[in-house]
């Protein structure tokens, strides 16, 4: 069973500020997707990283994922409150028919104006 | 309508009612998902149809019975519930390209969420 171990779990803080998020497991991934969840919606795909090293950015937000596979990390820099929401990472073991993807429990995320 | 749909958005039900979950996606996709997500526990995979056919049932109870007609429909048909059943139900729909071995973007819909009273 792979399991993916999201942290922190809570975090609060001002606008304008740094963050980073991680997002480990002792398992190998053939890739990991990065999902932010809003109250009531349904999660939305933000980034999907594949190669081991490769490094994303979308705006205001970097994601990482780390040589061995195991691991990504997402910063967010300037956050805004736009940016609140639940922050899912998601991995993917390739295998031979459709799978469905290894969540963790994500990361409450609260910026304050 | 667009990307992945979901009716109802919100179901109160009995342990004794039966009902069912509807989905359904409008981007051309050849796979659906089931998910569950409760309250402080990570987002649970419960079904996967491949191309109309089921490929991984991840020993959900037998009172929840997914049924995909065709590869745009997927229902969840809902029998004597238990209150711990009470989460929000997702749907997810990707672009299953075999052979490739591409691992699948999903894209979710909004959910149902269900109170089992």
């Known amino acids: 069973t792979q399991l993916l171990e999201q942290s922190p779990q809570f975090l609060s803080i001002q606008e304008g500020e740094n963050l980073t998020v991680y997002c480990n497991s002792s398992?190998?991934?053939?890739?990991l997707q990065w999902y932010r969840q809003e109250p009531g919606e349904g999660p939305v795909l933000l980034v999907t990283?594949?190669?081991?090293?490769e490094v994303k950015k979308l705006k205001r937000l970097t994601f990482q994922f780390g040589d061995a596979r195991k691991d990504s990390s997402l910063h967010i820099t300037a956050a805004q409150p736009g940016d609140t929401g639940l922050y899912l990472c998601a991995g993917a073991v390739r295998r031979g028919g459709a799978d469905g993807l290894t969540f963790g429990k994500g990361t409450h995320l609260i910026i304050q104006p | 309508e667009t990307g992945v749909t979901q009716t109802p958005r919100h179901l109160v039900m009995g342990m004794t009612n039966k009902k069912s979950l509807k989905c359904e996606q409008h981007l051309g996709h050849n796979a659906m998902y089931w998910y569950k997500q409760s309250a402080k526990k990570p987002l649970e995979l419960m079904f996967v149809?491949?191309?109309?056919?089921?490929?991984e049932n991840n020993s959900v109870p037998s009172r929840f019975s997914p049924e995909c007609p065709n590869s745009s429909h997927l229902f969840l048909h809902l029998h004597t519930l238990q209150p711990e059943d009470s989460a929000l139900y997702l749907c997810a729909s990707s672009q299953e390209v075999r052979g490739l071995g591409w691992d699948y973007e999903q894209y979710f819909g909004p959910g149902t969420r269900l109170t089992v009273t």
């Open positions: 149809y491949s191309l109309e056919e089921r490929v």
């Open positions: 990283v594949v190669t081991g090293g």
């Open positions: 398992s190998v991934f053939s890739s």
